[in-house]
């Protein structure tokens, strides 16, 4: 049975990624055809249209997802945590948008959830997650073009903000900035001594 809703849910998230690529598609030519001379190429305009759309379409499941077991609060708490740490420390991207919907929903959707799990060890955790920011961040992605000159400010911005939750206390906080902590410390094989 378990098997049977994944299926479900792998084929929506099929769907949805076909017809979003559709919709976006459409939407870049015709911002093209409106103004040919002072736009770029359609490939670029899609490429980036497409990561919006598919940071909107993990925000609104997860929220959704959250507005139906009651933690829609919380569920917006982790979704913001995670990506202003993210925007910061950089870190690991999966190999196709479907994979990163799907992880990402899930985890966004899952934190809530969990975070009686982690109560009593929230110091540790946010410990882990500092000593990974003082030592791997940022991990920005090859594609972002990100200076190297910044760098020293996005770790200075991202060791700010996981040592706020010394102060916050919130364990979905904590939680999500575990989860991006692992996506900045996994691709050490592609790092470059800072």
Not at 131 to 153: F, H, T
Request: with cysteine; proline share 3%; net charge positive.
């Amino acid at each position: 049975m378990e098997y049977y809703y994944g299926d479900i849910y792998i084929s929506h998230t099929k769907r949805t990624e076909i017809i979003m690529n559709h919709l976006s598609l459409k939407i870049v030519e015709f911002i093209k055809k409106s103004n040919p001379e002072q736009t770029h190429s359609i490939e670029i305009m899609h490429y980036a249209l497409s990561i919006i759309m598919n940071t909107l379409l993990i925000i609104m499941t997860s929220l959704c997802i959250g507005g139906l077991t009651g933690q829609l609060k919380e569920t917006f708490l982790a979704l913001f945590s995670f990506i202003l740490l993210r925007m910061s420390s950089g870190g690991v991207h999966l190999k196709s948008a479907r994979a990163c919907n799907i992880v990402s929903i899930f985890i966004c959707s899952l934190i809530p959830h969990i975070t009686y799990l982690i109560h009593n060890h929230l110091i540790w955790i946010n410990l882990f997650s500092l000593l990974v920011m003082i030592l791997c961040a940022p991990n920005p992605d090859a594609n972002a073009q990100i200076p190297k000159e910044w760098y020293l400010g996005l770790k200075i911005i991202s060791i700010i903000l996981v040592s706020l939750n010394f102060w916050i206390h919130s364990s979905v906080i904590g939680l999500a900035f575990l989860v991006q902590s692992f996506t900045v410390i996994i691709p050490l094989q592609r790092r470059s001594i800072r």
